[in-house]
């Protein structure tokens, strides 16, 4: 049995698994929890990569159906049927991709009936709609081939020649049109990446992909499958993606130059770092290592040489609809995990999906029938004992089955168990508070500045605390109220159980706050108020009560505190200083805030 | 409902007290608590349940900022099911029925104004809709925002009145004022102007300069328009190769006798 594509294979089926858990998180808690994405950065991994560098990869399709069947270059045709079948394979991987990006994916078929003939993204949809069908016709003749279907396959055979012109005509439209979706944001794609003619370099430079990954992926299949590496055709195809490739690079820098733009690329921030990176290896190195006839002849050079453009390329389009977007909103964005496990998992799925049609379909007639030969000589030998697992897990397909999926299901465990349940909120935890005069609330400017000895005096004293500190720490007079209302935005938990249990006595006090003989759900469980009482303070206008298990957002918890007795405040002054607006604490320059840069000196200077 | 609704907001009268953030959250019965921001987000003070805020500036500058109903806008241009539309009496209003949450309008907006219901299961595209339907339906005479505003800082008119009183404002008092009226030719103009006394190019992701006076869907619909020609253009180019290669591959063919030609038919 052929060990790499053994190994191989159970990776891809791991990073399913894991995909698979993933993708239940994605759909049971949302967007908000699956990714990182956000107001400022809408677009991430899934568009870059899925979408925008999905349909690239697949460029493939079209560019070997116009080299064969139009151009009748006949040297590459092993070539056309893989291709065409990426081709599909990918652009299946792409309505899958947006299905997971989509904030509402079960309308992802509205593009049909609701049309917006101005928006590039409408006919990106419908192209990529069309020429999925296109493909799937294109498929059908080798799926058909050995079956009894043969009428059919007759029929597709003569269908083949328009539909592949049709699949051109489609492919010269969205590969272009990916480019038009960034035209309209002259403000957020970087100057770098922003060219009135990216449809155009779209366009190029997804035939340059689309050879690159042909080479790739055919040097990658006859390493796998222990093939002889067709290098004849590799040759070829080299040549001509060095022809594309420079082109690609002369365009891009030619059209940099006549913009005037050409002096930032040298600038030596990241993002012009970047861009150097992404001209190296989409155009310098594959361009001259192509153009070497020493590259051209070994196997391993050719390979290494085609994955450069490949990846140069999806960069490009990861920069362009995201990643260099970053120069316009100075936020920030870096995929979270779970984007790159959808990522990954999709197209290891499809990699699946394509061994299994390469080993079951004519993709490649020779080859197929070496491997049916391959698989009765399997079947007709003797099962063997593995001395180092002691199971037997069958034969064949059999014993690799067992293994992928039982790796799939480990995956799927850890995914399961790992995966986010909640929204990436930006963690901010409530000011501390204990020891200090003036305090500074929020997280950013502006910020709300409370002078606390101020509200003090205005109360009268120390019997007023409970004004505003209406549940205090046990020996505490006044708790600050960041020790219970812990973050900004989310509620924070207040009941410890194992403490109560420990202080109470042990499994013998259930009874003590549960209803004898009742199940410890909530409902027959006394109110917190009934036993600390005592700790509430009376006094406090607002809260009266203890029995929340929770305590609320220190920004609602203090809006609460503050508002009613500001406006109640507001009412009993009658003129002067309206208390009711936010302006009163929402403002810069107000008394509070000297209040606190005054402290502040005061501290450094008693510390001194 | 008036033709042309529009927004001024005077930068100098306002006193940052934030009714109009109340007003706004009253009129269209949003959530009162505002959603946390996202983690790595550009703290920007609006969020889904946040329609319209006051930035703060230096020196006691309040800047209210909002959707700028753009007269040719982006967002509406660049969805593809057309769920955000341009009613025929300028406000852009969002349809949630048809959106599939594609987030391009996001992208489109120079101002970066539609925000997303992250936490949402079944979320929508969020920004101000100028109180449209009640507008329309009467139940209101002007947006919530505008009628709240105790200073008069932010009014509600058509687009040529308000113009014209911005234009007044300016000549009235040059010293006071930058002079130059924010939305009356960015992006091709916007149904939201601003005076001030103090630059507003903060408002968008780049200056009024950077984005210019071109309404921005012309810069897609350059390439969009050249499509059909495109299309058929590649089908003619297509079958002629496939045409000429083929004809001379038979020529060559039958120069070099039958019985090779049937040989390359079989060949696919």
């Known amino acids: 049995m052929n060990k790499r594509l053994v190994i191989f294979k159970s990776i891809l089926w791991s990073l399913a698994g894991l995909a698979a858990a993933v993708a239940v998180m994605r759909f049971a808690f949302g967007l908000g929890a699956a990714t990182n994405l956000s107001d400022s950065t809408p677009w991430g991994l899934w568009i870059g990569f899925d979408v925008m560098g999905g349909v690239a990869l697949a460029a493939g399709g079209f560019v070997m159906a116009a080299l064969v069947h139009i ?39 509205h593009p049909m009936i609701f049309w917006n003939i101005h928006s590039p993204l409408f006919e990106v949809a419908w192209c990529v709609m069309l020429y999925l069908t296109v493909l799937a016709l294109e498929v059908a003749p080798f799926i058909l081939e050995r079956t009894p279907f043969q009428k059919l396959y007759r029929f597709f055979r003569k269908l083949a020649l328009p539909v592949m012109i049709l699949g051109i005509m489609l492919s010269t439209l969205h590969q272009s049109s990916l480019g038009s979706l960034l035209l309209i944001m002259p403000f957020r794609v970087h100057p770098l990446w922003y060219t009135h003619f990216l449809p155009e370099f779209f366009f190029a430079s997804a035939i340059c992909l689309g050879l690159c990954m042909v080479m790739f992926e055919s040097c990658i299949t006859s390493w796998l499958y222990r093939r002889k590496p067709e290098m004849e055709m590799l040759s ?44 190296m290896i989409t155009g310098l190195l594959p361009v001259v290592l192509f153009s070497l006839s020493a590259v051209r002849r070994s196997f391993g050079a050719l390979w290494f040489a085609a994955s450069l453009p490949v990846l140069g390329f999806v960069l490009h389009r990861i920069n362009a609809s995201g990643l260099s977007q970053v120069w316009a909103t100075d936020a920030f964005y870096f995929p979270a995990w779970t984007e790159f496990s959808i990522s990954l998992g999709i197209v290891s799925g499809c990699a699946l999906v394509f061994f299994f049609i390469q080993e079951h379909f004519p993709v490649d007639p020779h080859e197929l029938d070496a491997m049916e030969e391959e698989r009765r000589r399997a079947d007709r030998r003797t099962p063997e004992f593995s001395p ?17 999926s039982m790796l799939f299901i480990l995956a799927l465990a850890v995914g399961l168990s790992l995966a986010p349940r909640e929204s990436a909120v930006a963690s901010m935890p409530a000011e501390e508070g204990r020891g200090r005069d003036v305090l500074r609330l929020g997280v950013a400017e502006p910020f709300v500045y409370f002078d606390h000895t101020r509200h003090q005096k205005l109360n009268v004293g120390r019997e007023s605390c409970g004004v505003c500190h209406h549940l205090n720490r046990v020996g505490d007079l006044g708790t600050p109220c960041a020790e219970c209302h812990r973050s900004m935005y989310e509620p924070s938990p207040l009941f410890d159980h194992d403490h109560h249990v420990e202080k109470l006595g042990g499994n013998d006090s259930c009874d003590r706050c549960h209803e004898p003989g009742s199940r410890a759900h909530l409902a027959a469980t006394k109110t917190c108020s009934s036993c600390h009482e005592k700790d509430m303070m009376a006094d406090n206008p607002v809260v009266r009560k203890f029995d929340s298990l929770e305590a609320g957002p220190y920004k609602e918890a203090l809006h609460k505190m503050c508002i009613p007795c500001h406006v109640k405040m507001d009412e009993l002054k009658g003129e002067g200083e309206n208390l009711q607006l936010c302006g009163t604490c929402h403002d810069r320059g107000t008394k509070s805030e000297a209040a ?13 | 409902m008036i033709q042309n609704p529009c927004i001024l907001t005077d930068v100098t009268k306002c006193i940052g007290c934030e009714a109009c953030v109340a007003g706004c959250k009253k009129a269209n019965g949003i959530d009162l608590r505002d959603v946390p921001p996202r983690k790595g987000a550009t703290p920007d003070g609006l969020s889904a349940t946040r329609w319209t805020t006051i930035l703060r500036k230096q020196d006691n500058h309040y800047v209210r900022k909002q959707c700028r109903h753009c007269l040719e806008p982006a967002c509406v241009s660049v969805c593809p099911v057309g769920a955000l539309v341009k009613t025929p ?16 309008c996001m992208l489109g907006c120079p101002y970066g104004i539609p925000h997303y219901e992250w936490n949402s299961l079944a979320p929508s595209v969020r920004k101000c809709v100028m109180c449209y339907e009640n507008l329309k339906s009467g139940d209101l005479e002007q947006p919530g925002c505008t009628s709240s505003c105790p200073t008069k800082a932010t009014i509600f008119g058509s687009r040529d009145e308000m113009l014209a009183e911005a234009k007044r404002r300016l000549d009235a008092e040059p010293d006071k004022y930058v002079q130059h009226v924010w939305g009356e030719k960015e992006v091709g103009g916007t149904s939201v102007l601003y005076i001030s006394d103090i630059p507003l190019d903060f408002l968008g992701w780049q ?11 012309a810069k897609t619909w350059s390439a969009l328009k050249a499509v059909p020609y495109e299309f058929v253009g590649m089908g003619v180019l297509m079958t002629g190769i496939y045409w000429i290669i083929e004809r001379r591959r038979q020529l060559a063919g039958s120069a070099a006798g039958e019985h090779e030609e049937r040989g390359e038919e079989t060949d696919e």
């Open chain 1, 388 to 404: 180092f697992s002691q199971i037997w897990l069958g034969e064949g397909w059999r014993k690799d089955a067992k293994v992928y």
């Open chain 1, 596 to 608: 606190f840069f005054e402290w502040l000196e005061r501290r450094k200077r008693n510390e001194q």
């Open chain 1, 71 to 109: 151009f009748h270059r006949d040297k590459y045709h092993p070539a056309a049927r893989p291709a065409i079948l990426t081709a599909f394979l990918g652009y299946g991987a792409v309505a899958v991709g947006l299905l997971f990006d989509l904030g509402l994916p079960w309308n992802i078929w």
């Open chain 2, 207 to 217: 200056s009024g300069e950077h984005l210019g006076h071109e309404p921005l869907p």
């Open chain 2, 89 to 104: 009496e300028g406000p852009v209003v969002y349809d949630k029925s048809v959106c599939m949450g594609c987030r391009y």
């Open chain 1, 236 to 279: 070829g195809l080299a040549k001509i993606a060095a022809w594309a490739l420079g082109f690609c690079l002369l365009f891009r820098v030619g059209d940099l130059a006549v913009q005037g733009k050409l002096s930032m690329a040298f600038e030596g921030s990241w993002v012009s770092n970047l861009f150097l990176f992404e001209v």
